[in-house]
């Protein structure tokens, strides 16, 4: 179970292989949120029930867990106590889960793992799948959805640069890259013949306007994919184009990203890379240098009293050699 959040989904994706792998003839569920639902068709076991739960109908939640009888139930949260309580009811012979120092959540199961905050959350994943009987080597992975094409010109011929600049979450503004930034690594990027393309979720349409506003300043022609491209059609785009290389501040996209092999350059801040940096073949992510504070997000709630913006410290220039490796 995992109710929110599309990066953690895609990271979850090893424990999904993991456990088809260990259980090949089992009836695997899946229940998901609404937040990360759109993902399902994307999932690397296509012999999955998956059900999507409304967060504000919790008895109707247990009454459609309980009725399954499951054999083993397992919880992917990390920290909220939400999706502990629905496991722990959920009437399961066996429930395993995170025990997240600090978070009294894990007390309903019947064995847990401790969610290391020195690991990589994938790296903890395959820690509760060891749990679950799997060996806990997978990678994550996505399934490339089955389009026929991407209705925006996105030139599949040409070496594309997308940027996706907008992340989610509370004080998601300490997570963003400046916009003179872009405007910059934009520039750099067309002189050396890449098209560029914005990403932006259609909620995201006031900020991408103010970015457009700074590349008018710097005269220079880039394309706004804004509310363009559902999560599918991205992960169309990354499966299927030769030439493309994204940079993300990190956020759920990144994660997609890397985990279908695109040269992915993620922007870290107030997230920690060890914890939450993209993974993936073709990855590399920076963050502010070292004497700036940087990487203080575990579990995504750990903001200081003093939420001094530090984005701005990653320079342009480190950008740009990234993607000349």
């Known amino acids: 179970m995992k109710l929110v959040a599309i990066?953690?989904?895609?990271?979850?994706?090893?424990?999904?292989?993991?456990?088809?792998?260990?259980?090949p003839d089992a009836e695997l569920h899946l229940y998901l949120g609404e937040d990360n639902s759109a993902l399902a068709d994307m999932l690397p076991v296509h012999d999955l029930h998956v059900c999507v739960l409304s967060i504000g109908n919790l008895l109707g939640?247990?009454?459609?867990?309980?009725?399954?009888?499951?054999?083993?139930?397992?919880?992917?949260?990390?920290?909220t106590r939400y999706e502990a309580l629905l496991s722990g009811l959920s009437g399961a012979k066996r429930i395993l889960g995170f025990e997240t120092p600090g978070q009294n959540r894990h007390y309903l199961y019947s064995d847990c793992v401790i969610h290391d905050a020195a690991l990589h959350q994938l790296g903890n994943?395959?820690?509760?799948?060891?749990?679950?009987?799997?060996?806990?080597?997978?990678?994550?992975?996505?399934?490339?959805?089955?389009l026929k094409d991407v209705p925006v010109a996105v030139d599949l011929e040409q070496p594309v640069v997308l940027l996706h600049p907008w992340p989610s979450g509370i004080y998601r503004e300490l997570k963003e890259w400046p916009n003179d930034h872009w405007a910059r690594l934009s520039q750099n990027l067309i002189k050396q013949g890449y098209q560029v393309y914005v990403s932006a979720a259609p909620n995201d349409r006031d900020r991408q306007n103010r970015l457009f506003e700074?590349?008018?300043?710097y005269k220079i022609h880039?394309?706004?994919?804004?509310?363009?491209?559902?999560?599918?059609?991205?992960?169309?785009?990354?499966?299927?184009?030769?030439?493309?290389?994204?940079?993300s501040v990190n956020t759920g996209i990144m994660h997609m990203a890397a985990t279908c092999g695109v040269r992915t350059i993620a922007l870290n801040g107030p997230t920690n890379p060890k914890r939450w940096g993209a993974v993936g073949p073709k990855v590399t992510n920076i963050a502010p240098p070292g004497h700036i504070k940087s990487g203080y997000l575990n579990l995504g709630f750990e903001y200081p009293e003093d939420k001094t913006p530090i984005m701005q410290h990653i320079a342009v220039s480190s950008v740009l050699r990234a993607l000349e490796d």
Not at 128 to 146: E, I, M, N, V, W
Not at 228 to 246: E, Y
């Open 125 to 146: 994943i395959q820690n509760l799948a060891r749990l679950a009987g799997g060996k806990g080597d997978q990678a994550a992975a996505l399934s490339c959805p089955d």
């Open 61 to 79: 939640n247990i009454f459609k867990l309980r009725k399954e009888h499951f054999d083993l139930f397992i919880d992917l949260g990390d920290w």
């Open 214 to 217: 700074e590349f008018e300043l």
């Open 222 to 247: 880039v394309h706004d994919l804004c509310g363009k491209l559902t999560l599918a059609q991205l992960v169309w785009l990354f499966c299927k184009h030769p030439n493309l290389k994204l940079v």
């Open 7 to 23: 990066g953690d989904l895609t990271l979850a994706t090893s424990l999904l292989l993991d456990m088809r792998k260990t259980y």
